[in-house]
């Protein structure tokens, strides 16, 4: 059974074409985050949601924004995407505050800029 | 600042040995460690998490232990099978961030048969 689902898999666009990536879940999770990672490298956290607050990491370029519309759904936003944003965005949960904290990961989309 | 290091991108054992994975971190005091696995395309699957006030866990053919003196995560996987072949990679979590974790960039273990 699917938990996070995020679509589309895969996502081509044109430079400088706004693009919209979609996360949903069936966890009732509290939290959601999303993740850039490139080619080797670690997942890098791009913002997360603690419950309709959002939370930006310092270094998230204004190019991205997001949205949390209800419990399940969240959405990745990139206004003008750049060759360099390029990369495997990924959707995870977690509970936060069961003492747990585990992210629950999403498969993933590859997102071409052409 | 933090830093997350991972033993060498790649490294090869051959079927039925133990693959040890090392993490080493610094400029950090994490609450808890966590090991995940990737495959190629596909997003990190939890394997195991461990807090800063447990020395070693195990589930099934994995173990995991913490040293927070050493500032060091060992990730052992006995009896390695070629389906253990994938990237793993260590996140380090602190309880006063809303579950947020840092990870590192991962080690690739291939497994051969």
């Known amino acids: 059974d699917a938990m996070v689902i995020q679509n589309p898999r895969y996502q081509v666009t044109q430079f400088g074409k706004p693009v919209t990536l979609s996360c949903s879940q069936t966890l009732n999770h509290n939290v959601m985050y999303w993740y850039q990672q490139k080619s080797s490298q670690a997942p890098k956290l791009l913002f997360h949601y603690y419950d309709k607050d959002f939370n930006n990491e310092a270094d998230t370029p204004d190019n991205f924004q997001s949205r949390r519309p209800n419990t399940s759904f969240c959405f990745l936003d990139i206004r003008s995407p750049g060759l360099g944003d390029a990369a495997m965005y990924l959707c995870a949960t977690s509970r936060v505050g069961r003492g747990t904290d585990t992210q629950y990961f999403g498969p993933g989309t590859r997102l071409t800029v052409l | 600042s933090q830093k997350i290091e991972q033993n060498s991108e790649a490294l090869n054992i051959q079927e039925g040995k133990t693959a040890t994975l090392t993490c080493n971190y610094t400029?950090?005091?994490?609450?808890?460690l966590q090991w995940y696995r990737q495959d190629p395309g596909r997003g990190p699957v939890f394997l195991l998490l461990?807090?800063?006030?447990?020395k070693e866990k195990r589930k099934e053919r994995l173990k995991v232990t913490f040293d927070t003196t050493l500032k060091q995560s060992l990730f052992h996987i006995t009896a390695s099978q070629p389906a253990d072949s994938a990237t793993y990679l260590c996140a380090l979590g602190d309880n006063t961030n809303a579950g947020k974790s840092t990870f590192g960039d991962g080690t690739t273990l291939t497994v051969k048969p």
């Open positions: 461990i807090r800063e006030n447990e």
């Open positions: 400029n950090y005091s994490p609450a808890y």
